[in-house]
């Protein structure tokens, strides 16, 4: 059976769930132009889609399916179990997430287009598919590599899918989510109040909690951080608050024009300066 309509599914889900939920229960209330703003996102995601389904899929399912065919890969060196090796695909795909995010804040090329998902300087479930298309080719070029070399079949890199989607749609919403409840979340998963600091403007946190389902990657990494204060979280980045840049046009041409004193994340608040 084809399964690939599966991930489309899963998602459109997640977004409609969540979109009612932030509704009826949003953390932060009273905002202005959140249908403008889904609409930009969505269309962000929309292109994305349509990109990665004509130019990435294909091949990185005819990789996969040439792998498979091989005892190439680090997952077919262990004589696992069937459950046993899709919980291994699960977690080493999930910490080559961790490293790739952490790349992406660490190397300028990549900054450039994974600032387009952090300029958003508001954040709600739309704000989960808005990374530019730039990033989504390059990351999929490299787990044409990735795959092989970990020995990821192609069903577990579905499950992987269906599992990664749905949290990084509700880490990233704003659906008002009892404290408690987090607190117990993010001993496993990534949650809200640790994603969100990841969206702050303010450097030192910008640059903190890269995991994508599992949070203990970044208490392993030494790169897991809270707010402790209470306070709301500013979201965006200062050199892309300009109306321009969260246009269409603006989403697309932020990777090649640096809008900052030296088009770098330098602009953020200063480590000094974070609020306590
Ligand atoms: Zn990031
Ligand atoms: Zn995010």
Same mark, same amino acid.
């Given at each position: ?68 065919? *091989? ?6 060196? #262990? ?126 946190? *910008?640059?903190?909690?890269?995991? *994508?389902?599992?949070? #203990? ?19 965006? /980045? ?17 990777? #090649?024009?640096?809008?900052? *004193? ?11 300066? /974070?609020?306590?």
């Amino acid at each position: 059976m084809n399964q690939d309509y599966l991930p489309t599914l899963n998602v459109v889900c997640g977004l409609i769930l969540l979109w009612t939920l932030e509704t009826w229960l949003p953390a932060a209330k009273d905002r202005q132009g959140r249908l403008r703003h889904a609409f930009r996102n969505l269309s962000l995601g929309l292109l994305n889609a349509i990109a990665l389904a004509v130019l990435a899929a294909p091949l990185i399912t005819q990789i996969a399916i040439r792998a498979e065919g *091989t005892s190439f890969g680090l997952l077919r060196l #262990f004589q696992l179990s069937h459950l046993n090796s899709t919980i291994a695909a699960i977690l080493l795909f999930d910490g080559w997430m961790y490293l790739w995010h952490r790349a992406n804040h660490r190397i300028h090329f990549l900054w450039r287009f994974h600032r387009v998902h952090h300029s958003d300087r508001e954040m709600d479930v739309t704000s989960a598919i808005r990374f530019h298309i730039g990033e989504i080719l390059i990351s999929s070029a490299l787990r044409l590599a990735v795959i092989p070399l970990l020995g990821i079949n192609l069903w577990q890199l579905l499950v992987y899918e269906l599992i990664m989607m749905p949290v990084i749609l509700f880490h990233h919403s704003n659906v008002r989510f009892p404290e408690r409840l987090d607190r117990w979340l993010r001993v496993v998963l990534v949650s809200p109040a640790i994603h969100r600091v990841h969206h702050s403007r303010a450097r030192a946190e *910008t640059d903190s909690n890269y995991s *994508t389902i599992f949070s #203990f990657w970044d208490r392993i990494g030494g790169s897991f951080r809270l707010r402790n204060n209470g306070r709301p979280v500013d979201f965006g /980045l200062a050199e892309y608050d300009d109306e321009k840049w969260q246009q269409m046009s603006g989403l697309l041409t932020t990777p #090649f024009i640096s809008a900052g *004193t030296d088009g770098s994340i330098a602009a953020h608040t200063s480590e000094n300066e /974070l609020p306590r």
